[in-house]
């Protein structure tokens, strides 16, 4: 599902209730969700406090992954609830893919449960299927990469 988070996201938005519908419905087991905007980032741009009634109705309901740009670097976090607390169980992984070209951003301090930073142009590849997903960070120029696969909740 794609989502813009350019426009209102509170519990009473179209985009809301679009999005709560969608999810009710949904039969996948492994779920991802893009969007503009990431939720946390330790990127220059900051936290994006607009995102969170979205990300927690994500978290509610099983949502997996969240891709998001925004900031022109690569940073991947541990799953999490929309206050931002580790939920291995049950937490949304958010990707912070903003690495297609434009100049790239340095990064800040780390935020809570982010696992991998790299400051690279590439690409996130990412497969979902049967129970599990798998990503691979894949650099332009044979930089650093990041790879894993967990299960789906």
Known sequence: M????????????????????????????????????PRYTSGPNGDNPQVWPV????????????????????????????????????????FVVGTGGAPLYDFGAPRPNSEARIRSWGVLRLNLENGRHAWEFVPVAGGERDSGLDQCH
């Open 55 to 94: 990300f927690e109705l994500l978290h509610s309901s099983g949502v997996e992954l969240v891709l998001s740009g925004h900031d022109h670097l690569y940073e991947r976090f541990a799953p999490q609830n929309a206050s931002g607390r580790a939920d291995a169980q049950l937490g949304v992984r958010q």
């Open 2 to 37: 794609a989502l813009t988070s350019n426009v209102a996201m509170g519990a009473g938005s179209a985009q809301y209730q679009w999005l709560q519908r969608e999810l009710s419905s949904a039969s996948s087991q492994c779920a991802a969700v893009l969007m503009h905007h």
